[in-house]
């Protein structure tokens, strides 16, 4: 199994990255997929999900009007469209799959990426 995330770099307040989440080795379409963030010194925070089918998505409120989750069944890919960046938003982005979704959505995650780097810089 592996998550391969991309897409990261260095970016100036109020600019856009998009990330993507390559998945192998598992069945991709039975699986909802998440985005997370942690900081230096904070501990992983969920970001964003979207269901197996891609019709149901969940963002946390600091991110909710600015990201945009989707997923890509026939490719196994998941991205993440981050827009209007903060300083806030600098983290490394992981991205993980559940195969059974918390009702919150926020647990049940199995596999992980291991992560790429977001910079927002002032």
């Known amino acids: 199994v592996q998550l391969v995330e991309s897409g990261g770099g260095l970016v100036m307040t109020g600019g856009s990255l998009n990330l993507s989440c390559a998945a192998s080795?598992?069945?991709?379409?039975?699986?909802?997929m998440g985005w997370f963030r942690q900081a230096p010194g904070k501990e992983r925070e969920f970001v964003a999900v979207?269901?197996?089918?891609?019709?149901?998505?969940k963002y946390s409120a600091s991110v909710e009007g600015r990201f945009t989750v989707s997923r890509d069944n026939a490719k196994n890919i998941t991205t993440l469209q981050m827009n209007s960046l903060k300083a806030e938003d600098t983290a490394v982005y992981f991205c993980?799959?559940?195969?059974?979704?918390?009702?919150?959505?926020?647990?049940?995650?199995?596999?992980w990426g291991r992560g790429t780097q977001v910079t927002v810089s002032s």
């Open positions: 993980a799959a559940a195969a059974t979704l918390s009702v919150d959505y926020l647990r049940g995650y199995i596999y």
């Open positions: 080795g598992f069945t991709f379409s039975n699986y909802g």
């Open positions: 979207v269901t197996w089918s891609g019709q149901l998505t």
